[in-house]
């Protein structure tokens, strides 16, 4: 049996042990002479290795020197850089010297990729682009790692990503691979890596070719035209990149759009997707003022009026009102567009001119030649995405669909000038950190609602050109140790044996935290450990401690089954003297609760039941209720060394009612009452210990009074209860009797003899009274 005497023991099984790894190691014959290598650092790395190196391709940045091996066998290690680059001239001719390198990776690496094929294997690993292969014939195979994390990657033309996903570097890369500067930026798993960003060059001059914006892969939005979707497959792809702005569309005739928005240059180059020469300015909104007025110059016939052209003006300022469909300008101009001015190529120009000021202008210049006329109207950029602090209240707003998209804001709307209407809603964070992703409208209000006396947090994005936040999927590890919130947990379990985790809500304070598919193994509450718990065992359990705080879930991977925590059979406690602070229930006996000064509180794990109580003599009983439990502890409450056996609620079954006394006991009664009541015509059996009973666990009811030695030279034995009392009465105030008790099954029971030569007992075996009590004191 296993005797656990203070909680830690229960603890122990508890600890695991960080398993220690080590970096691989090599070891390089060097060749006489320079080797052109770079080392830096008090421990020396290696921090470049000249292509022209005997040892290129062997050695790689990052590696830390170990030890340098003559050719006579001394072994020089401990060195830094100085004494390293020192020692390797020193014994340059040495051609029997080696270098001994630990294969780290270093922090970061720079290289250059030539145009073409790269050979570098890049998938997400752990969350991160990791590199992952390098294919034999790649030209950067002696130069970088496996293992390294893609930082950054830069081509020749200043576009730049930092904190991309693997997905992301590797279509950037298949898109440029006429790039011949293309500079990845590696780091080492263990360093902080950059944070996700895309820095576009200032601005780029690209002419189109022809074709419609579908036709080019390409995808405009935004009140200011921005490439919000460029596929790898596009023509363009390498040049125009998504983020730009397109500040400005050319055309070989003349023809000029300037700050319009993504749906009208869209059907601007649809409507000249047979034109080649258009020409684009592309802008890094972030860098660039844009125009804050869209304009469109296009060039008119010199023969030919408003009629003729398809378009309606009226008002003033003169404003275009109406465009044919088969009007020539159909797609270049909007209704709602002012016309600026007119003018023709000699120089003449007039401006803020009224319809029918501008219709004379049309009538008497026709004829010349270069006519042009310049249409307005005000542009802003819309924002790809928006972070907006709500504070507590109605929002003011409303959403439909999946994901939320705005489609009105009412007046006074927290919104209001902060979120378009159409942008939709990507991530919900609550004020208790509870992060929502992947919504309806209706699962949105539902959680604004639920929240509305508290500050939220809710990213907004463009559709067209933001892509939505996926739900995080958590890598599953072989274990987990994880601290419980108080409260709703939102986490669902399935499993009829051990629970595991199905799902965990968008809203829930674990999500990102714990992955779906995990068993857990322990629940620690209050210093006890809840385990080989079912998904609705654990459910009720989680519920009715959702308000205790410091509760802890240990996680594990559900296919480990050897790994997992699980009760023992049986468990042998030792009870402490006095009160345990425990409430035990039910029949067999299980502990419900502990009041907090409990010394036995985390020596009882939960799941298993009060099979037996042993006291330190052999004296044991089994089979109890809950009242017979509490009875007998009270009784031997001071008495030490008494023992409780546990049993597993699922595996054992309870012993059958039982009590198993000790062969035999000698006891040496005090003088005056000693609290004890015999029955039996034949032989005297305890029937009673009364309470405060100085004989309490010396000996126990049922047993047999064998015989009594008192001092002076009487001795009885084989009594009946009353003899035996008669005897105890008469001797009470005599010091030092000696009683030895025996089984109530013993088979070794002293003969009879009653006969005495003390006086100080009244009386022969003969006199004695059929009306002696049998009780004695």
Known sequence: RIFLLDTSNLKSYQLYLPLA???????????????????????????????????????????????????????MEGLDTNELVSALNEYSDDVNR????????????????????????????????????????????????VGMVVDCLEMSDGYKITGHSAEEINDALASSSNDTKRTLVLKSPEVDLSPRDTILPKYKIVTLPAGTTDELG???????????????????????????????????????????????????????????????????PKLNKLPSVASVKIMIPSEGD???????????????????????????????????????????????????????????STGLEGRYMVFENKATVAPSYVDVNLQPGKLGAVFKGTPPVLTRLNEGSQLSGLVEIGMAVDMLKLANGAIFYEMDAVEFTNALKSSSNSVREVRFINLDEVPMTQKPVIQATDEMNIVLPMGKLGVMFKGSDRAIISRVKSGSPLSGIVPEGMAVDIV???????????????????????????????????ANTEEFSR??????????????????????????????????????????????????????????????????????????GRIIVLKNMKSETPS???????????????????????????????????????????????????????PGGSEFSGMTAKECARVLVDTKMVGGRTAMFKSPGSKYLSVRNIASDDKSIGGSSQDMSEDFSRRVG
């Open 21 to 75: 790894t080590m970096a691989p190691s090599i070891k390089i014959p060097l060749p006489a002479g320079a080797l052109q290598v770079a080392f830096i650092g008090i421990e020396p790395k290696v921090s470049g290795v000249s292509p022209g190196s005997p040892l290129f391709g062997q050695v790689k940045i990052g590696y830390r020197f170990i030890e340098l091996i003559l050719g006579d066998g001394s072994i």
């Open 218 to 284: 390409m995808k405009l939005s935004g009140e200011i035209a921005k490439v919000s979707v460029l596929k790898n497959t596009s023509s363009l792809a390498g040049n125009v990149r998504s983020g730009y702005v397109i500040e400005s569309l050319k055309h070989a005739d003349g023809h000029e759009f300037r700050g319009i928005s993504g749906r009208e240059m869209t059907a601007c180059i649809d409507s000249t997707g047979m034109t080649e020469g258009r020409v684009v300015t592309l802008k890094n």
């Open 656 to 710: 059958p009612k039982e009590e198993t006394f000790p062969e035999e006991k000698t006891v040496v009664f005090p003088t005056g009452k000693i609290g004890i009541s015999f029955k039996g015509s034949k032989y005297a059996r305890i029937s009673r210990l009364h309470e405060g009973s100085p004989l309490v666990g010396k000996v126990y009811e049922g047993m047999i009074l064998d015989s009594i030695n008192i």
């Open 98 to 145: 080696s270098l001994k390198l630990e294969m780290s990776l270093p922090a970061e690496s720079t290289v250059v990729l030539q145009s073409g094929v790269h050979g570098l294997v890049i998938e997400n690993k752990f969350g991160k682009a990791l590199l992952t292969r390098i294919d034999y014939g790649s030209p950067l195979r002696k130069e970088i790692r």
């Open 567 to 640: 009760l023992p059979d049986d468990i042998d406690v030792l009870l402490p003297t006095g009160k345990l602070g425990c409430t035990f229930s039910g029949t067999p006996p299980v502990a419900k609760s502990f009041k907090e000064s409990s010394p036995i509180a985390g020596a009882i794990p939960p799941g298993m039941f009060v099979d037996k109580l042993i006291m330190p003599d052999g004296y044991s009983v089994s089979g109890l209720s809950t009242k017979e439990l509490v009875k007998v502890l009270g009784q031997f409450s001071e008495e030490e």
């Open 306 to 364: 408003w009629e003729e052209f398809g378009i309606s003006v009226n008002y003033d300022p003169a404003t275009v009102t109406a465009i044919h469909p088969d009007s020539l300008y159909y797609g270049m101009i909007n209704r709602g567009f002012k016309v600026a001015y007119t003018g023709w190529a000699d120089g003449t120009e007039f401006e803020s001119l009224s319809a029918i000021e501008l219709e004379e202008i049309m009538k008497d």
């Open 524 to 558: 620690t509450i209050e210093d006890r450990d809840y385990m080989e718990l079912n998904a609705n065992d654990l459910a009720e359990l989680l519920s009715s401690t959702s308000e205790i705080p410091g509760r802890t879930m240990k996680l594990r991977d559900a």
